[in-house]
């Protein structure tokens, strides 16, 4: 009876719990209540009369009867609802299937280590969510302390199977979950369960006890030895320091350009001292980024920030290096383009050296051109080397550097108008052959002779030593007179005026004038000087001697020579020297010319020239 009773039971729970009709659930619960009261009776009334007792065996074959039509009634439903959860099912592995191809999954990473990956939802959470719980939920397990990893067990139910540590709810699997994983769901609990038991125990190791005494004892021995290497690179500075000292009396010795003396040891012990300095520095900053990391990895939840740490050296360290061996091609491209212009610029100069010694002649090329053609010519190419290696440089694509060549163009272009028409200015000089270096020349009131020639000026040395600084654009617009070129060329003229009176013969004066000239130094005899009448005025006429000279830088002294040999001349040869606007009245008054001639009986004065002939005067410089 009591077997009945509870395969009714049974049958009660299996239609309750697959959703069977009303009418269906009505039935078998009047079955059972009818059945009861039949065995009830039976108990109560088993002495009864016969009558009820066959009433009851019959009415107990024709529940026996409806049980088994029940029984296959409800085989028949659950037969149904099978073959639909296999259908559903099915459509579910088909569309798990399909977005296994595109859905990467939510990673569960516990202490840098990925356990496995969620990739459905589990009631409202999403994947995410659910990862973000079961790492918290792992991490949270593994640090404490008296941690048992073996007893991780799996709770299962109809829909979920749990990992549980003392009823504390670890990770959470789905059908789903199984389903993507290609899985029983039991199977796939007993996975991840291995998985976090792995996990736990390596977690446990590394937060046990023994382990933070570990990791205590080991942060404080690399603080001590952080501070012995500290104190033993301080000791060896200050040892070297002492010893660099000492060398000043004994190896080092004043380094000295010609007669300057650039460097005395002083200095030297100095310079070393500094740079043993920056060593020491170098070291203890080497040391840091060695310690600090190292403390910062002995500790679980620091040990991020020694990686961090370490970046900030490393990657810079690695994109330099990284920069450098992309940056060799370029490199050398550099060095085939600087050695090219090396060897082309020194041909230039070969053959500019070769054209201005004269060896070389090139047609109508003068030899004087030859140097500051070469100059030219070498700006050029290495303007030209300039603009080949500019798209080489190290970061000539970036728009700061573009910027900044930009900003210098314009700088150098607002600003250099001026600077520009001096080379211009210069450049044409040059060819036009005005004047050399050497030249005497006249520039307006500026006389004296050229010392130097730049790009940009020209500087004059005046016969008083001065220099005078003069813009090539200013030579441009005003008139120069070059001696230097006419003396080599044609012979420089100089000239000088008397004024005799018209009572003296004017051929006597000729004679004196031209030997006075043939007598002075610097004066060439070939072409002979002459004489021109340049005025005939009321009270005189006015006599020009002019004299050939080859030396231009030497017009000074020549001319104070001409001037005190005509005088001379003109004293022996008894014909006064008046001036332009003096009447002389010949009323017993006496001459002016000296009666008693010095120059035999008295050494010269200053200003004075004793000899006539040219062999007496002493030679003249610049």
């Excluded at 149904?80 to 990467?104: A, E, F």
């Amino acid at each position: 009876m009591i077997k009945k009773y509870l395969v009714s039971l049974f049958v009660l729970f299996c239609v309750g719990s697959i959703g069977l009709s009303a009418q269906l659930i009505k039935d078998v619960r009047d079955f059972l209540t009818d059945s009861l009261n039949v065995e009830t009776k039976q108990s109560v009334h088993a002495d009864s009369d016969s009558i009820n007792k066959v009433e009851m065996q019959r009415q107990l074959q024709a529940a026996q009867v409806n049980e088994a039509n029940m029984k296959l009634e409800i085989q028949n439903l659950r037969m149904q609802l099978i073959s639909g959860d296999s259908l559903k099912r099915s459509q579910q592995q088909h569309i798990i299937d399909s977005l296994r191809k595109v859905s990467k999954g939510i990673p569960v990473v516990v202490s840098g280590d990925t356990l496995f990956m969620i990739y459905s939802r589990n009631g409202s959470l999403t994947p995410v969510e659910r990862a973000q719980i079961d790492m918290h939920a792992i991490e949270e397990l593994g640090k404490k302390m008296q941690l048992r990893p073996d007893s991780v067990y799996i709770e299962n139910t109809d829909d979920v199977s749990d990992l549980m540590y003392k009823k504390k709810i670890i990770v959470s699997i789905t059908n789903n979950d199984a389903m993507w994983m290609n899985k029983s769901r039991e199977q796939l609990a007993e996975d991840y369960r291995t998985i976090v038991v792995a996990k736990l125990v390596k977690m446990h190791r590394q937060h046990s006890f023994w382990q933070w005494v570990k990791r205590i004892s080991l942060f404080l021995l690399v603080i001590v030895g952080q501070y012995i290497l500290f104190r033993l690179t301080k000791w060896l500075y200050l040892k070297a320091k002492v010893r660099i000292a000492k060398l000043k009396d004994t190896k080092l010795k004043a380094f000295s350009v010609q007669d300057y003396e650039l460097l005395d040891t002083e200095k030297q012990v100095k310079i070393i001292i500094f740079f043993a300095d920056v060593v020491r520095w170098i070291l203890v900053i080497i040391q840091l980024l060695i310690s600090i990391p190292l403390i910062f990895s002995i500790f679980p939840k620091t040990k991020k920030f020694a990686f961090t740490i370490l970046s900030y050296v490393w990657e810079p360290i690695k994109d330099i290096a990284r920069a450098v061996v992309d940056y060799i091609p370029n490199l050398f491209t550099i060095f085939i383009i600087w050695f090219a212009v090396k060897y082309l610029v020194k041909l230039v100069r070969y053959l500019a050296t070769e054209v201005d010694s004269g060896r070389l002649r090139l047609g109508s090329f003068y030899a004087d051109w030859a140097m500051p053609t070469y100059h030219i010519a070498r700006f050029l190419l290495y303007a030209f080397m300039i603009a080949m290696i500019y798209p080489y440089l190290p970061g000539s694509k970036s728009g700061v550097f573009q910027g900044i060549s930009v900003f210098i163009g314009l700088i150098v272009s607002l600003g250099s108008s001026t600077v520009i028409g001096n080379i211009i200015a210069g450049l044409v000089i040059t060819y036009m052959r005005s004047f050399n270096v050497g030249d005497r020349i006249k520039l307006n009131d500026t006389v004296g002779n050229v010392i130097e020639k730049t790009p940009l000026v020209t500087r004059v040395k005046t016969p008083k030593n001065e220099i005078v600084t003069i813009p090539n654009s200013f030579m441009m617009s005003t008139q120069t007179v070059n001696f230097s070129n006419s003396a080599r060329e044609y012979g420089l003229i100089i000239h000088s005026e008397v004024t005799i009176g018209y009572d003296a013969p004017w051929r006597k004066v000729h004679q004196l004038l031209i030997d006075a000239a043939l007598d002075t130094p610097g004066v060439l005899q070939d072409p002979k000087p002459f004489v021109l009448e340049t005025s005939l005025s009321d009270f005189y006429p006015v006599y020009q001697i002019n004299a050939y000279i080859k030396e231009a830088d030497k017009m000074p002294r020549i001319y104070s020579a001409l001037h005190q040999n005509i005088q001379d001349h003109f004293n022996a040869g008894g014909v006064e020297i008046l001036s332009p606007h003096y009447q002389a009245y010949r009323d017993g008054n006496e001459t002016t010319i000296p009666k008693d001639d010095l120059r035999n009986t008295m050494a010269p004065s200053a200003g004075q020239s004793a000899p006539v002939k040219p062999a007496d005067y002493p030679p003249f410089d610049k």
